[in-house]
T-cell receptor, first 115, second 117 residues
């Protein structure tokens, strides 16, 4: 079945460091791909998305490119801030999930950024 | 505009007790969802609703029931709580599909942390 695999955390970085969080998926066809972020004590928020191969989603300095050939959607940011400390979830919406917009989530990766 | 709210925020139950979690949204969304979040497993869909008066099972529905009597509310019930239901529960909602890319953003509530002893 469809699934999402993320790199295990926690990821600990110093402020202004470069961030990569790996995400790979298994699915038929061309699912839509997403990154959600969960700040401490809050619910999940959509960070960025891509709906077709080679699309690049971007928001708040974060970027991810939909790579069909490697079935990947890695999250990157050039210079992280303490305020980026959160749990990041990669997710996919399978082709044909249509009616209720099914989302399949990865396990989440905790990011801690220190001053 | 409060978005998606959940009550209560925290709850501790004993095995066998029952409770209801309430989710409310003020965005006039058609679709609502209940997820559970467990360490190392991401979020898993329990039940969902595509409109007032309708509900359907998700990935992990056993031990839970839901009701959507009003469009803005989606209730999750545990009739006889078990330790395996210790988790963080998230509600989400979204509007109708729009033309174009087949996706509308799901908006999440802040979660309810439930412990079953």
């Amino acid at each position: 079945g469809d699934s999402v695999t993320q790199m295990e955390g926690p990821v600990t970085l110093s402020e202004e460091a470069f961030l990569t969080i790996n995400c790979t998926y298994t699915a038929t066809g061309y699912p839509s791909l997403f990154w959600y972020v969960q700040y401490p004590g809050e619910g999940l928020q959509l960070l960025l998305k891509a709906t077709k191969a080679d699309d690049k989603g971007s928001n708040k300095g974060f970027e991810a490119t939909y790579r069909k050939e490697t079935t990947s959607f890695h999250l990157e940011k050039g210079s992280v801030q303490v305020s980026d400390s959160a749990v990041y979830f990669c997710a996919l919406s399978p082709v044909g999930s249509g009616g209720y917009n099914k989302l399949i989530f990865g396990a989440g990766t905790r990011l801690a950024v220190h001053p | 505009n409060a978005g998606v709210t959940q009550t209560p925020k925290f709850r501790v139950l004993k095995t066998g007790q029952s409770m209801t979690l309430l989710c409310a949204q003020d965005m006039n969304h058609e679709y609502m969802y209940w997820y559970r979040q467990d360490p190392g497993m991401g979020l898993r869909l329990i039940h969902y609703s595509v409109g007032e008066g309708t509900t359907a099972k998700g990935e992990v529905p056993d031990g839970y029931n839901v009701s959507r009597l009003k469009k803005q509310n989606f209730l999750l019930g545990l009739e006889s709580a078990a330790p395996s239901q210790t988790s963080v529960y998230f509600c989400a909602s979204r509007g109708r599909l729009k033309p174009g890319p087949n996706y509308n953003e799901q908006f999440f509530g802040p979660g309810t942390r439930l412990t079953v002893l």
